[in-house]
């Protein structure tokens, strides 16, 4: 195993003198695959997820890892230096709810984020409440979400009773409808659903989605390992509604999801996520993580609530500011852009492209 590059040794690093830091890729390094697959690793942390994003935007991520004489790992932290229209920014990760730091030792937190703090780059961070990087004095909380996980380490039928009632009767509601969950590990799904994500996005939100190349990068990096399934939901003999999931070792992400509105009577949406809870409970995974809500959106995190869900916070800590050398319009710039695009005379198609060729801004 070979590192880009090692640092002096770390005295700093209480309980292991003489550790090292080192410089490595954390899409191909065995030791950051390591750190990413213990308890302190999640989805965005991951070596699959971060080939996706690296290959779908053009982006390089970089990784410091500390480890003790002996090699065993203390702990490691990744970013990407961002250099575009939006000026030049330090982001822990892009297009990740989160990124947190690694840390099976604690301790080794100053080490692997020392040179995530120099240089005239701002860092920006988003991690759970509780990561010791939130004590850190150098960075400042600039931001909150809300982030729900669902415990599947219990018999079925008692997940099933530990639902919220509106939950238990929204999957019956779907199941007098005649909702059927179809799920499915190959690329054309993938792509299918991302007609319904573009849609919703445009619609909806009146934002441009994700490049169709993302996605496809996503089922590339994880269908390798069965580490993907698409849900769509049919009523009728129709597609109504889909919803991406991703697996990284003992845990199932709800990444991404669409419906389309006239049908939202029938639930298909509580039927597509039971669909996936069970799925999951019978793989033997042990929690369905549902990702990061803003909490101006309170109804997307009572929604979440009532899938037995532990709730925490996302926060975003920031350290020197707003990018660098921003042009003073830029934002506004891209909001305009951005409304043309996902005006509802425009077709979904330009829609689609214009996120192509604009959504690697938005990091």
Known sequence: MTALSTTHPQPGIDGAPGAA????????????????????????????????????????????IAVDRSD????G????????VRGGRRIALPFCDRADPVLPDPAAWPAVVADALTGD??????????SRACADPRLTVRGAAAWHRTPLDRPLPELHRALRPQARRTIAAAERAGVHVVLRDDLEAVLEFHRLHVELRRRKYRLLAQPQAF????????????GVRTALAVLDGR???????LVWQDTLYYKFGASLPQFLAARPNDALHWRMIRWAHDRGLRGLDWGLS??????????????????????TLNAGGPPMGAPPDVERTLRAVTELFTDPAVPNSVTERAGAELYRFFC
């Open 294 to 315: 803003d909490l101006d959106q309170p109804g997307l995190c009572a929604y979440k609530r009532k899938w037995a869900s532990v709730e925490s916070r996302i926060l």
């Open 215 to 226: 996605f496809t990068r996503i089922w590339e990096a994880f269908a390798a390992a069965d």
């Open 21 to 64: 830091v080192l410089t490595v890729d954390p899409r191909t390094d065995p030791r950051w695959h390591a750190l990413a697959s213990g308890p302190g690793g999640n989805l965005f942390t991951s070596p699959p997820w971060l080939q996706a994003v690296g290959a779908g935007y053009d982006l390089v991520p970089r990784a410091r």
């Open 77 to 84: 932290l990744a970013w990407v230096d961002v250099r575009d």
């Open 121 to 130: 780059l701002p860092f920006t961070l988003r991690c759970l409440e509780g």
């Open 239 to 245: 597609v109504v509604a889909g919803a991406l999931y």
């Open 72 to 75: 065993r790992l203390l702990g």
